[in-house]
Nanobody, 115 residues
Framework: QVQLVESGGGLVQPGGSLRLSCAAS????????MGWYRQAPGKERELVAS???????NYADSVKDRFTISRGNAKNMLYLQMNSLKPEDTAVYYC?????????WGRGTQVTVSS
């Protein structure tokens, strides 16, 4: 069993930065992909960024030059560094892990970009 807990969300002005963290506990060594998703009100949940065991990353076009996904040296941690934030980045951000074909989700953390 894997549990994911996100933190680091909050209110930030346009152009600002936030760093989201995801702490994984449980059977973390069986995870082969992790990622960040987001869901804004009235919209579908979408992939923001993902990272696989070999370190390859994938980003949505809308964030690829502004966001960076990374793992800590301690592999139970996942981060999303968000720079140059825009109002359209406002959403609940969810940490995700793929373990043995099953998606595991965190509770989400709210990111609001507003002046």
């Amino acid at each position: 069993q894997v549990q994911l807990v996100e933190s680091g969300g909050g209110l930030v002005q346009p152009g600002g930065s936030l760093r989201l963290s995801c702490a994984a506990s449980g059977s973390i060594f069986s995870i082969n992909r992790m990622g960040w998703y987001r869901q804004a009100p009235g919209k579908e949940r979408e992939l923001v960024a993902s990272i696989v065991t070999g370190g390859r990353t994938n980003y949505a076009d809308s964030v690829k030059d502004r966001f960076t996904i990374s793992r800590g040296n301690a592999k139970n941690m996942l981060y999303l560094q968000m720079n140059s934030l825009k109002p359209e980045d406002t959403a609940v951000y969810y940490c995700n892990a793929l373990r043995e074909g099953i998606n595991v989700w965190g509770r989400g953390t709210q990111v609001t970009v507003s002046s």
